[in-house]
């Protein structure tokens, strides 16, 4: 359908223009005088109906071609708020022009009225090309229609406007919501390890203080690895992460990295399964051991005391190693599963009673990403889940005596 023009139908100044409009329409296109006024009257009487018994209405004159044969269509779509069925003018159109026919899709209605165009008459695109350019361009408008183009400009201006108010409120909310969790993270550990050494320098035994720095320790790496999420967040917006890659052995590293894995959850019970098999991998060290940080912290975040934590390593026949993180916690629902790896996103439910910034998934994913792998999780309500990480391997041995 090639349209030709549009008019909202909203007031009897829209209507007598959608009856001029389309008498013109129908005597540019060589239609009987007889039809041009029939088609005309019939729109005409339609518009009358939706004003009265309708919302937004609005009619477009369209050319449309089935079959080499061409009709004029008028066709209106509007909001009803009384029933437009078997009203006196509907009916009337409806004799006026048989090809009548009408249709909802949600609420929005939408009746065409056709007339096919006599074939002696030429249509082309170049034709309807000139129909459409005399609406636009010859024909003379009255002040009513220039203060329609106005508005219709304004309207769009408006909305879009508006779409772009929402998203830039959206993302001050967010910031602001980032900026006050942040801050009281860092405040946090910050108290603690004021106290911490104030009482480390008050104690005058030796034995004493041993305790008191280990607590300060953990605390600093806290600061530490809050700060370098925060610094990576900058640097994502900026599209820059800072990578050492280099080949290391994946289950070496891992057993290695064991004992500080075990620290991290010390209420849980941390379980690793390796294949033992040497499988080597193209990575950054640091970063692949801030992406499990982050899996097996979050595991510990959203599950119980004494619950376990698997974190599995196995490689697959296509080429890639997975690591994966099975938690026995709070899990989470489908839509939530598709959402906890964008930036900021923290289900809502756990936002009240567990402390986080929204982003460790994120910088992980982007990690994952730029080490050529990918990064999902599995997950139900109250059955836990599974984080998965895959990444390419390099090389993979299937027996210890090749080492
Ligand atoms: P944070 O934990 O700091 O909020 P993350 O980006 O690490 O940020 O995680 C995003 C959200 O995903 C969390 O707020 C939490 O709602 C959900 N989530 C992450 N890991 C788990 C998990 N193992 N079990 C249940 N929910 C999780």
Same mark, same amino acid.
């Given at each position: 359908m090639d349209r030709i023009l549009k008019i909202p139908i909203e007031n009897e100044l829209d209507m007598s223009l959608a009856y001029r409009k389309s008498k013109d329409a129908a005597k540019l296109l060589n239609l009987s005088i007889s039809s041009q006024t029939t088609f005309a009257t019939a729109v005409?009487?339609?518009?009358?109906?939706?004003?009265?018994?309708?919302?937004?209405?609005?009619?477009?004159?369209?050319?449309? +071609? +089935?079959?080499?044969?061409?009709?004029?269509?008028a066709k209106f779509t509007y909001l009803e708020v009384l029933t437009l069925d078997r009203s006196e003018g509907i009916m009337y159109a409806s004799k006026l022009v048989p090809h009548f026919d009408k249709h909802k899709i949600g609420d929005m209605h939408t009746l065409n009225l056709s007339v096919k165009i006599p074939s002696f008459v030429r249509i082309d695109r170049e034709k309807v090309r000139n129909v459409r350019f005399y609406f636009e361009?010859?024909?003379?408008?009255?002040?009513?229609?220039?203060?329609?183009?106005?508005?219709?400009?304004?309207?769009?201006?408006?909305?879009?406007?508006?779409?772009?108010?929402?998203?830039?409120?959206y993302?001050?909310?967010?910031?602001?919501?980032?900026?006050?969790?942040?801050?009281?993270?860092?405040?946090?550990?910050?108290t603690i390890l004021k106290g911490l050494t104030q009482l480390a320098l008050r104690s005058s035994e030796r034995q004493d203080v041993a305790p008191?720095?280990?607590? #300060?320790?953990?605390?600093?790496?806290?600061?530490?690895?809050?700060?370098?999420?925060?610094?990576?967040?900058?640097?994502?917006?900026?599209?820059?992460?800072?990578?050492?890659?280099?080949?290391?052995?994946?289950?070496?590293?891992?057993?290695?990295?064991? #004992?500080?894995?075990?620290?991290?959850?010390?209420?849980?019970?941390?379980?690793?399964?390796?294949?033992?098999?040497?499988?080597?991998?193209?990575?950054?060290?640091?970063r692949l051991e801030q992406v499990i940080n982050n899996l097996i912290g979050n595991a510990a975040k959203y599950s119980s005391?004494?619950?376990?934590?698997?974190l599995?390593?196995?490689?697959?026949?296509? /080429?890639?190693?997975?690591?994966?993180?099975?938690?026995?916690?709070?899990?989470?629902?489908?839509n939530d599963l598709e959402?906890?790896?964008?930036?900021?996103?923290?289900?809502?439910?756990?936002?009240?009673?567990?402390? /986080?910034? /929204?982003?460790?998934?994120?910088v992980s994913s982007r990690i994952v990403n730029d080490h050529q792998g990918k990064i999902w999780a599995e997950s139900s309500i109250g059955e836990g889940s599974i984080f998965h990480i895959s990444l390419p391997y390099i090389s993979y041995f299937t027996e210890k005596a090749h080492i």
């Open positions: 005409s009487e339609i518009s009358r109906e939706i004003i009265d018994k309708a919302t937004d209405g609005l009619l477009e004159l369209n050319i449309s +071609a +089935a079959e080499e044969k061409y009709s004029l269509v361009s010859v024909e003379e408008k009255s002040p009513y229609e220039l203060l329609l183009e106005k508005n219709y400009e304004l309207s769009e201006i408006n909305e879009r406007t508006e779409l772009e108010l929402h998203t830039a409120n993302i001050i909310n967010q910031k602001n919501e980032f900026l006050s969790v942040a801050s009281h993270e860092l405040k946090t550990p910050l008191f720095l280990v607590k #300060i320790n953990t605390q600093v790496q806290k600061l530490q690895d809050l700060i370098t999420r925060l610094l990576d967040i900058s640097k994502s917006e900026t599209d820059k992460l800072d990578y050492n890659f280099e080949q290391l052995e994946l289950n070496n590293f891992l057993t290695d990295l064991e #004992i500080l894995l075990k620290n991290l959850v010390p209420a849980h019970n941390f379980e690793l399964i390796t294949e033992d098999v040497p499988v080597f991998i193209n990575c950054d060290r640091l005391e004494n619950t376990t934590i698997v599995t390593v196995k490689t697959t026949e296509n /080429g890639y190693v997975n690591l994966s993180v099975k938690d026995q916690g709070i899990g989470m629902n489908k959402k906890v790896f964008e930036k900021f996103y923290r289900i809502s439910e756990v936002k009240s009673q567990v402390a /986080g910034l /929204g982003i460790g998934l994120y």
